[in-house]
């Protein structure tokens, strides 16, 4: 749907006035954006997401490790989205399911058992303890609850009463099952 490059992002950043145009560093699929916006029930705070996604990979070099799940709309529940996986990424690696077969899986998840080692790898060293802290989804879905806060106070307490009961439910486990909140526009 879109994506970020990286090299190009940093191009642009380091970049002056004087340096002149610079190629594109962030591109988005018009089709399978106007797809996403018409299956997201023209909620405008899906796309904001999105964007927040794609951004997320150049200054913070965020990675896609695992994906939430925003596949299935509810009419009751305006931007329900499962979060589940994610929640698993941040208690930590051995809670990921790294086989194949994870709908969820990002094209970046082997890079958390095999981590990238040289120049600038350093943000890398805590991946065990904090792994969610590069992940784009999660940071997205952060952005999300944040944001919520401010315009949406009861449904923001809403979304964190579902996440604490799932995380106590787990009783240290992986979840299973799962875990929707209500983002985006409506909730």
Same mark, same amino acid.
């Given at each position: =749907?879109? /994506?970020?490059?990286? @090299? !190009? ?22 089709? +399978? ?18 964007? @927040?996604?794609?951004? +997320?990979? %150049?200054?913070?070099?965020?990675? $896609? ?8 709309? $509810?009419?009751?529940?305006? &931007? +329900?989205? $499962? ?6 990424? %941040?208690? &930590? ?5 790294? +086989? &194949?077969?994870? !709908? ?32 784009? $989804? ?7 609850? =944040?944001?919520?806060?401010?315009? @949406? ?14 995380? @106590? ?14 983002? /985006?526009?409506?909730?």
């Amino acid at each position: =749907m879109g /994506g970020l490059y990286t @090299n !190009r992002y940093k191009a642009w950043q380091a970049a002056t006035k004087a340096d002149g145009v610079h190629e594109k560093f962030i591109q988005f699929d018009p089709a +399978s954006l106007n797809n996403y916006y018409r299956h997201s029930k023209f909620d405008d705070g899906r796309i904001g997401d999105l964007m @927040n996604h794609e951004l +997320s990979h %150049g200054r913070q070099g965020t990675q $896609d490790f695992i994906y939430a799940d925003i596949s299935h709309i $509810d009419k009751s529940t305006p &931007g +329900s989205t $499962d979060i589940s996986q994610l929640l698993n990424l %941040g208690k &930590g690696p051995e809670f990921v399911d790294f +086989s &194949g077969t994870n !709908r969820f899986r990002g094209a970046d998840l082997d890079k958390l058992r095999n981590p990238p080692l040289g120049e600038g790898t350093a943000i890398w060293s805590f991946l065990d303890e904090a792994p969610g802290m590069l992940n784009a $989804d999660s940071q997205s879905v952060v952005i999300s609850l =944040m944001s919520q806060a401010k315009t @949406n106070a009861p449904a923001f307490r809403k979304n964190l009463a579902t996440l604490r009961q799932a995380l @106590n439910q787990a009783h240290g486990k992986s979840l299973t099952r799962p875990v929707r909140l209500a983002l /985006g526009q409506g909730a």
